[in-house]
């Protein structure tokens, strides 16, 4: 970023780094109400796919490197109810990080499944320690933007007979880059991706993708459990248009955000995840703002008020959400109120 635009002030309206990943801008592709249909001759139907949804999410699948997938439309929360049943249909354990969504922990409760609460960064003992679990949980990336390397995880689960189950839901834009690893290249039986959360596409888009020994079928069945009985085909429509946009232009309109994220920040602000050898999300900027004499639940305050919404605070951090639908002023608008605080 040249110093000009590390100095420019916001433009008018709110700066959001925050999800949904569209960032409030016009879509990248045409999305109307017409599209908002049911189950007729012709629409297909999600949990009985064999038309139109069917090439959709077939498109989805060799995006994310899947043997299968399935369009969610209530979010990854659904996505994580039906791999959580499916992975323990009839009970047991389920290995289960401290950092996982709720949606796991509802999925256990619901069930019948015990789950078997472990540190994330202890999960290879935990399985040696619980061998008789059905399946392992993992939570790659978190909202920290913090990678966990699932490949040994995955080696593990196979040797056990578990199954992986990823919640990838702040991944979706991986589909389209080498590094960080999508689920799917690691190992993962499972995973879910929330689009929304990354992805130019409305609030409650996702995924959720498994490997080709896995049923769609059953895992469909489970679906219709868990979510809405008249999925969204607007929000089916806006998953496909997505994914083709990022098919054509996700390498590039992502090379292009990590050149325009700032590489360093105002004196006393720091990425605490820089230097440490733990594998990160570049797009998620993570940032400790102690060095301000702040907690970052006042630095959250203090950039709402200077027109900037971030995603996360917690005592020493604010965390932010940086997608495609990003441009440079609102770098320049965040670099200026970050200066100020």
């Known amino acids: ?5 590390e100095l420019a002030k916001p433009r008018a309206g709110r700066l959001r780094f925050h999800m949904p990943g569209h960032k409030g801008k016009p879509l990248p592709y045409p999305l109307d109400i017409s599209c908002d249909l049911t189950e007729i001759p012709g629409t297909d139907d999600l949990y009985a796919p064999s038309g139109a949804i069917a090439r959709a999410q ?14 969610l439309t209530n979010g990854s929360t659904a996505g994580v109810l039906t ?8 009970g047991g354990k389920l290995l289960l990080p401290r950092n996982a969504h709720r949606s796991a922990a509802n999925a256990c409760k619901l069930a019948g499944i015990q789950p078997v609460f472990i540190d994330p960064g202890e999960t290879l003992d935990a399985m040696r320690r619980h061998p008789d679990a059905r399946a392992v949980f993992v939570t790659s990336p978190d ?25 990838q839901a702040h991944g979706a834009h991986w589909n389209w ?15 879910v991706q929330s689009a929304h959360k990354t992805l130019p596409a409305p609030g409650q888009t996702a995924w959720l993708h498994m490997s080709a020994a896995e049923d769609p079928d059953l895992a469909r069945a489970i679906l219709a459990r868990t979510q809405t009985s008249s999925p ?12 083709d946009w990022m098919d054509g232009f996700g390498a590039d309109a992502l090379a292009r955000l990590k050149d325009m994220i700032p590489s360093r920040w105002p004196d006393g602000i720091v990425d605490p995840r820089a230097g440490s050898g733990t594998a990160f999300d570049p797009t998620r900027i993570v940032l400790d703002v102690t060095g301000r004499g702040l907690t970052g639940f006042e630095a ?3 950039l709402a008020a200077l027109g900037v919404d971030i995603e996360l605070a917690d005592e020493r951090r604010i965390v932010l959400i940086a997608t495609v639908a990003d441009e440079p002023d609102d770098f320049g608008g965040l670099y200026y109120a970050i200066s100020q605080i």
């Open 232 to 243: 969204s085909y607007l929000f089916m429509t806006a998953l496909d248009c997505a994914r």
């Open 143 to 167: 909202y920290y933007g913090i990678v966990t390397p699932l490949a040994p995880i995955a080696e593990e689960a196979r040797r056990l007979g578990m199954r992986l189950l990823v919640d």
């Open 1 to 5: 970023m040249t110093a000009m635009t």
């Open 300 to 302: 959250q305050r203090r």
């Open 177 to 191: 880059w080498d590094s960080p690893v999508r689920a799917g290249l690691s190992g993962a039986d499972m995973w």
């Open 83 to 90: 791999m959580v049943m499916y992975a323990a249909p009839d």
């Open 58 to 71: 077939s498109a989805a699948a060799r995006s994310a490197r899947a043997g299968h997938t399935i369009m």
